[in-house]
């Protein structure tokens, strides 16, 4: 087992208007000694911004905005932008994000070159309802058991005069081109996909989607293995790079008698085909114990959505029970290890 150091609860919710319900689910990377946080704000009526932060090395706080670093401007933000990602591409900072409007969650994108000033992208998942979604993975037989109960929103086809559409979410980008090409991980449950190998959004068609769909299996990075993750799983942290492949830390969701429960966990994927699993904890790396962990918004969660490496120690941030966000923290090279041991 891992020595996992619990280090606590690092942000809570203010008096602030942006962020009076809660804050949870950051965004994290390291500039030199510096971590900058971007974390998903929630205001009264369960309306979610960003918020930002700043700290001096993995855990000391050095500067917190005091209003949203970006918040809800379009229609399909309209209920809010929630649960960022970020990496850096080259000379881009990529921020990933969810936005919601009251009826549908779908991934969006926003880049920036200072982490100050973003440019928003739009929606980068396919915007489709769970029929067209059937149509097409069923073209090529797949069976769509596993996704049907949780995309097809009780057979719901609009709210509020919104058609709903499949929800895509916890989309976030490999921190460097691949074989020249960019590559992101999203979610549609149970399942964590990925799309591979593109040099523009102006490819992402209606085409490539049903492309995409009809050969969907080959897209499928990780699927639900294990007791802890029986439920769904969903992206976590960006991958890590390292020597024995992409560190994935994502999350896993088990039902109990207490509702749903979600864990931090870990597996390895092939540096230059990112869609082929090398490792995986057969345990979760660390779950809910503390009561701050299984008492809040949403109770028994750790959602791990940032991470980064300070002298060969992780540091992943994560939202705890949806109200406050943590920091747990372990030996890398202790964890490759212990993954390597756990090879598929």
């Known amino acids: 087992m ?7 609860i690092l942000l809570q919710k203010t008096t602030n208007n942006f962020e009076n319900e809660g804050v949870l689910n950051p965004a994290a990377i390291r500039d030199g000694e510096y971590v900058h946080l971007f974390y998903r704000a929630v205001s009264t009526g369960n309306h979610s911004s960003i918020g930002y932060c700043k700290l001096k090395g993995p855990l000391f706080i050095e500067e917190r905005n005091k209003t949203a670093l970006l918040s809800p401007e379009l229609d399909y933000e309209s209920h809010g932008i929630e649960d960022p990602r970020i990496v850096k591409i080259e000379d881009t900072y990529y921020l990933t994000f969810t936005a919601y409007d009251g009826v549908n969650a779908l991934g969006c994108l926003a880049t920036s070159k200072d982490l100050i000033h973003f440019e928003r992208k739009g929606i980068i998942v396919p915007q489709i309802t769970y029929e067209e979604f059937n149509k097409f993975i069923g073209a090529k037989g797949i069976s769509n058991e596993k996704y049907y109960r949780y995309n097809q929103h009780d057979h719901i086809l609009e709210k509020d005069g919104t058609e709903m559409l499949i929800w895509d979410k916890n989309v976030m980008f490999f921190p460097r081109r691949i074989g020249g090409k960019l590559f992101f991980l999203h979610r549609i449950r149970p399942e964590i996909q990925i799309v591979t190998a593109f040099e523009s959004f102006e490819e992402m068609t209606p085409e490539f989607w049903q492309h995409y769909f009809e050969h969907f299996n080959d897209y499928v990075v990780l699927t639900p293995k294990y007791q802890h993750e029986v439920s769904y799983i969903g992206g976590g942290c960006p991958p890590i790079e390292t020597e024995h492949g992409w560190l994935m830390i994502y999350h896993g969701v088990h039902d109990s008698l207490q509702g749903y429960v979600y864990s931090a966990c870990a597996a390895l994927l092939n540096l230059e085909i990112p869609q082929k699993e090398i490792a995986r904890l057969p ?23 940032g991470a980064v490496v300070f002298d060969d120690i992780l540091y992943i941030y994560y939202g705890a029970a949806d109200e406050r966000v943590a920091c747990a923290s372990m030996n890398l090279n202790e964890l490759l290890n212990e993954l390597l041991a756990n090879k598929v």
């Open 2 to 8: 891992i020595n996992v150091i619990k280090e606590g």
């Open 283 to 305: 345990y979760p790396l660390f779950v809910p114990e503390f009561h701050w962990e299984l008492k809040g918004e949403v109770n028994n969660v750790c959602f791990p959505t």
